[in-house]
């Protein structure tokens, strides 16, 4: 069965910094993309970053890229978002997701969230 | 990058009506795109790939057509386990943008 469980999230203040980390079991899991996607308080899905089964390539949406980092150990079967300089606008629900490939594709699990709540 | 574009915002329908909701990209995507379900205070649930096919153990009574840049997510016949906010998201490449959602009551 697959499972993913994330971990990490927590209050952080404006311009702090957080690592999440999302754990994999069920699955090989260095065969399959991991991504993460977010969602803020009453808002809908906002896609975030996708990271290669071997680690080689990443992406980013516009409004994380230069602070958020995505990273994977495999070794670990674990799926990081290192997280910089936030502001309020990332308070959200951060899901890590499976892709059923290594590409990008479409999103097959899901884990059960981690909440990160930027405030002072 | 491309824009994706769902219609209405929400929804209200009464049991057993057939329901359909709309997205639409800016651009051509040709069928790379993907339907979830979202219950209220649940994680979202895959239900369609590649515009049409049906992720296993999806009801049959949910269907997705289209290609290029209009798609459809239909349900045939409503179900009050419906209830729900849907997102389409497209795959073709990154950034995988999702709709705004759109959110479906029962009447």
């Known amino acids: 069965e697959v499972q993913l469980l994330e971990s990490g999230g927590g209050l952080v203040q404006p311009g702090g910094s957080l690592r999440l980390s999302c754990a994999g079991s069920g699955f090989i899991f260095s065969s399959y993309a991991m991504s993460w996607v977010r969602q803020a308080p009453g808002k809908g899905l906002e896609w975030v970053s996708i990271i290669s089964g071997s680690g080689g390539s990443t992406y980013y949406a516009d409004s994380v890229k230069g602070r958020l980092t995505i990273s994977r150990d495999n070794s670990k079967n674990t799926l990081y978002l290192h997280m910089n300089s936030l502001g309020a606008e990332d308070t959200a629900v951060y899901y890590c997701?499976?892709?059923?490939?290594?590409?990008?594709?479409?999103?097959?699990?899901w884990g059960q969230g981690t909440l990160v709540t930027v405030s002072s | 990058d491309i824009q994706m574009t769902q219609s209405p915002s929400s929804l209200s329908a009464s049991v057993g009506d057939r329901v359909t909701i709309t997205c639409r990209a800016s651009q051509g995507i040709s069928n790379y795109l993907a339907w979830y379900q979202q219950k209220p205070g649940k994680v979202p649930k895959l239900l369609i790939y590649?515009?049409?096919t049906l992720q296993s153990g999806v009801p049959s009574r949910f269907s997705g057509s289209g290609s290029g840049t209009d798609f459809t997510l239909t349900i045939s016949s409503l179900q009050p386990e419906d209830v729900a906010t849907y997102y389409c998201q497209k795959y073709n490449s990154a950034p995988s943008t999702f709709g705004q959602g759109t959110k479906l009551e029962i009447k």
């Open positions: 997701a499976k892709g059923p490939v290594s590409g990008i594709y479409y999103l097959d699990y």
């Open positions: 590649a515009a049409s």
